[in-house]
Nanobody, 123 residues
Framework: QVQLVESGGGLVQPGGSLSLSCAVSGIIFSIVDMGWYRQAPGKERELIARITSGGSTNYSDTVKGRFTISRDNAKNTVSLQMNSLKPEDTAVYYC?????????????????WGQGTQVTVSS
């Protein structure tokens, strides 16, 4: 059973920093892309950062220059360093990964999601 477990959410003041982590567990063949999404109340879930297996990154305009995504391929983890946080960054943050597993005959790749972690930016 493949699982993504997030940690690191919480309450922070505007201008502060917070770091999120996500660990992949279970029997896997490989991890392709990994990313972070967020969903604010009343809004759709949005992609904010993505990183390939080779380390190439891209960010949404709303977080570019403030957030940094990184991954440790040896530990099967992905992290999100969030700096200069704003009240509009308040949301539930979700880890996402495209993971290949062995079916016994071939590999199958699909998206997996973490359970979400709340980030609240407020004074």
């Amino acid at each position: 059973q493949v699982q993504l477990v997030e940690s690191g959410g919480g309450l922070v003041q505007p201008g502060g920093s917070l770091s999120l982590s996500c660990a992949v567990s279970g029997i896997i063949f490989s991890i392709v892309d990994m990313g972070w999404y967020r969903q604010a109340p009343g809004k759709e879930r949005e992609l904010i950062a993505r990183i390939t297996s080779g380390g190439s990154t891209n960010y949404s305009d709303t977080v570019k220059g403030r957030f940094t995504i990184s991954r440790d391929n040896a530990k099967n983890t992905v992290s999100l360093q969030m700096n200069s946080l704003k009240p509009e960054d308040t949301a539930v943050y979700y880890c996402n990964a495209d993971i290949s597993t062995w079916t016994g005959y071939s590999t199958r790749t699909r998206a997996y999601w973490g359970q979400g972690t709340q980030v609240t930016v407020s004074s």
